[in-house]
């Protein structure tokens, strides 16, 4: 089993909809969990981290985090075609400092 | 403020050659990350810096590979004789608290 592991993509939204993206980690003493973005042949670009359960909102980006669950989620409402990326979650060890990724989920947006 | 700082972009080098692939951290950031990333893959942690020392290396696949950060800021990650596997994008991160911030990344093609 993979330590995170993310809904296969690619997920292609039209514009204006809300993309969900979803991801699980088998580490259940993680506290601290991150989105990044990524853009073809960029590197990673942190976007939202949660530490506690429930929902944390920044803009048109949400992210949910349920602990109990191993489970953590990113809504992008309103999507925009400049959204169209690979969005990478990733998981801090519960004792290290070291994040464990996921293989991202490709978004595309239609305009 | 000045982000991370990779150098060079691109390496071509042939099978059994050495490289270094350099990382200038964010100013002031204690905490320095070393990770490889294969196309269609999150990136994979390799070595962890706080301060000067290598305080966690678990992530290098061998022998092979090593990394320095000598006075606690700039650090070079070092490869002999290097094999096709190990093509991929090195990425280097820094951190001040607990967020991660990556820099461009280093292209690595070994022919």
């Known amino acids: 089993q993979k330590e995170v592991e993310q809904n296969s993509g690619p997920l292609s939204v039209p514009e204006g909809a809300i993309a969900s993206l979803n991801c699980t980690y088998s580490?259940?003493?993680?506290?601290?969990f991150f989105w990044y973005r990524q853009y073809s042949g960029k590197s990673p670009e942190l976007i939202m981290f949660?530490?506690?359960?429930g929902d944390k909102e920044d803009g048109r980006f949400t992210a949910q985090l349920n602990k109990a669950s191993q489970y953590v989620s990113l809504l992008i409402r309103d999507s925009q075609p400049s959204d169209s990326a690979t969005y990478l979650c990733?998981?801090?060890?519960?004792?290290?400092?070291?994040?464990?990724f996921g293989a991202g989920t490709t978004v595309t947006v239609r305009a | 403020g000045a982000g991370v700082s990779q150098t060079p972009s691109n390496k071509v080098t042939e099978k059994g050659k050495y490289v270094e692939l350099r990382c200038d951290p964010i100013?002031?950031?204690?905490?320095l990350y070393w990770y490889r990333q294969s196309l269609g893959q999150g990136p994979e942690f390799l070595i962890y810096?706080?301060?000067?020392?290598?305080?966690?290396d678990s992530g290098l696949p061998n022998d092979r590979f090593f990394a320095v950060r000598p006075e606690g800021s700039v650090s070079t990650l070092k490869i002999q004789r290097t094999e096709r596997g190990d093509s991929a994008v090195y990425l280097c991160?820094?951190?001040?608290?607990?967020?991660?911030?990556f820099g461009p990344g280093t292209r690595l093609t070994v022919l």
């Open positions: 949660i530490y506690s359960n």
């Open positions: 580490d259940r003493g993680s506290q601290s």
């Open positions: 100013s002031g950031h204690t905490a």
């Open positions: 810096f706080q301060g000067t020392g290598a305080a966690d």
């Open positions: 990733a998981v801090e060890g519960s004792n290290d400092y070291k994040l464990s």
């Open positions: 991160a820094s951190s001040d608290h607990n967020e991660q911030f």
